[in-house]
């Protein structure tokens, strides 16, 4: 299946015209665009979508330096490790997040109860990719939540590291706001409704690192069956594909980020906002047979063999609460969704899936 590609231009050409307090009626080419945006969210919990900001330059630039990186050698990059801070910054070796279909006894009857063709690969263990986390944007100088203070982390020879990691980060978390905004006025919200709950959120750079090289045959699994906890996930193009996600419909489908373009996910937090009407995404990555033809070539024209992901984790802030908004307190699920702090969810969340609460060294 393909999924439409959301131009977001002329929503933010246009979005200065309407503030968030106007009573206007927005125009009906918008409105419509924005029905679409919340729709596709529902019924697929992935979007694609082409910001102008984000260029296709921008997003190589990322993937160069994050190659580079994921590159070194091991002992290298386990100087960047931060077990102690349940690995929010820095570097998280392959091997300690665990995919949540594999601690969660529900899911993994779920899963059973899925014909065998949309069933996800079996994993039999943590996962093979490495990610790095950095933080993007404002944390609150006052928050229940102390977690995320930590200094970030620079690797030693990437003096083009802070300003890479910044740029690209600011860059999708516009994008993330401006689908956040055109989501909530087409589920019939006030504008704004994410977008102010997002302010001061832990929003984190993190992209994923996958070594084709030593683990580039067909089925391994590099991330296995899960949902994102936070509220949407944001990618750039990854140079390999393996991504596979589940439409609400109970299909698998291998996603093709087409050059230029953004993917967005939807994640746990947004699912908690809309009282379950729009489910936090199911998806994993794997060795394909198109990620190995990827790989072939990549050989051939001597590329980097590391499956970079260019991903951004969009969250709610800690100390913003999580309940269903406006109408969504009537959805026929909501009862599911009780009022909790973002950070008190995210802290359960984590230590689910071996991030917090134990120390991984
Ligand atoms: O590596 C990717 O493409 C996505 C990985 C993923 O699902 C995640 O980081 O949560
Ligand atoms: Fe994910």
């Not at 529902?42 to 694609?48: F, H, I, M, S």
Request: glycine letters at 6%; hydrophobic letters at 35%.
């Amino acid at each position: 299946m393909e999924l439409p590609v959301i131009d977001l231009a002329p929503f933010l050409e246009a979005s200065p015209e309407f503030p968030d307090d106007s009573d206007q009626p927005l125009d009906p080419d918008l409105q419509r665009i924005c029905s679409e945006v919340s729709r596709v969210l529902k019924q697929t919990g992935a979007l694609l979508v082409k910001d102008p900001r984000c260029s296709a330059s921008d997003n190589d630039r990322f993937l160069d330096m994050m190659e580079r990186y994921f590159a070194k050698p091991t002992d290298f990059k386990r100087l960047q490790q931060r077990p102690h801070l349940h690995y929010q910054v820095g570097v998280t070796p392959e091997g300690v997040e665990v995919p949540r279909s594999l601690v969660d006894e529900e899911m993994q009857q779920k899963i059973k109860q899925m014909p065998e063709e949309f069933q996800p690969s079996p994993t039999v263990g943590p996962d093979l990719k490495w990610r790095y986390m950095w933080r993007v944007g404002p944390r609150p100088s006052n928050t229940r939540f102390k977690e995320l203070n930590a200094e970030p982390v620079v690797p030693e020879g990437f003096p083009e590291w802070k300003e890479n990691m910044d740029s690209w980060g600011h860059k999708m978390i516009s994008a993330v706001e401006a689908v956040a905004e055109m989501a909530a006025i087409g589920f019939g919200l006030p504008k704004d409704s994410f977008t102010s709950l997002m302010k001061m959120g832990p929003h984190l750079l993190a992209p994923t690192g996958s070594d084709l090289q030593q683990y580039g045959s067909e089925g391994v699994v590099f991330a296995g069956y899960h949902y994102d906890l936070n509220f949407l996930t944001i990618h750039g193009r990854s140079r390999f594909p393996g991504l596979n996600i589940w439409l609400r419909n109970g299909t698998k489908v291998e996603v093709k980020v087409p050059i230029g373009c953004l993917l967005i996910q939807t994640g746990k937090e947004l699912e908690w906002l809309t009282g379950g009407e729009c489910l936090a995404g199911m998806h994993e990555v794997v060795v394909s047979s198109r990620t190995t033809e990827a790989i072939k070539l990549a050989k051939e024209q001597n590329r980097s063999l590391w499956r970079v992901s260019s991903t951004l984790f969009a969250h709610i802030a800690s100390d913003a609460v999580l309940k269903p908004l406006g109408h969504f307190t009537n959805s026929p699920s909501a009862n599911k969704y009780s009022a909790i702090y973002a950070g008190e969810f995210v802290e359960q969340e984590l230590s689910v899936i071996n991030l917090k609460g134990k120390s991984n060294n």
